[in-house]
């Protein structure tokens, strides 16, 4: 079920931290051996697939509004790859967190597995957690 009562930015913006994720952890993941470079490619895949999920969502995909770029600035090697994917999952966390709180109630299921998602792969890079959203209608 798509969320409802999110707007075009959000669904925008999620469409980009998705595929900016994926493409820096395809840097990374070029530039690494071993475990780190298979668990990097593997986040990056599944970050560039929800990031065409959400643009069909969107309804941007192949379209002018489509926010997707072909590149994006990735930090130095003065980040590590942990550092980077770390941040990376912890960064995705926290929209997903915000998005569940905005969404309508009875449609946040895949924004909560997405949640939980990120916060599981992030914790296997070392992340802290992120605080569930107050749920609007609760208050």
């Not at 990056?44 to 994006?72: E, K, M, N, S």
């Not at 912890?90 to 909560?112: D, H, I, M, W």
């Amino acid at each position: 079920m798509v969320p409802g009562g999110l707007s075009a930015e959000d669904l925008s913006a999620v469409v980009v931290a998705e595929d900016s994720a994926g493409y820096a952890l395809e840097v990374r993941a070029a530039q690494a051996s071993g475990d780190l470079r298979s668990r990097a490619q593997d986040r990056a895949r599944l970050h560039r697939a929800r990031a065409q999920a959400w643009a069909l969502v969107a309804g941007v995909d192949g379209t002018d509004q489509d926010p997707r770029q072909v590149a994006y600035a990735v930090p130095g090697t003065e980040t590590s790859t942990q550092d980077l994917a770390r941040d990376l999952e912890a960064g995705l966390a926290q929209n997903y967190a915000s998005l569940t709180g905005r969404a309508e109630p009875g449609t946040r299921a895949v924004l909560v597995a997405l949640l939980t998602d990120v916060t599981i792969a992030g914790a296997g890079w070392g992340a802290e957690a992120v605080p569930f959203p107050g749920l609007p209608e609760q208050a």
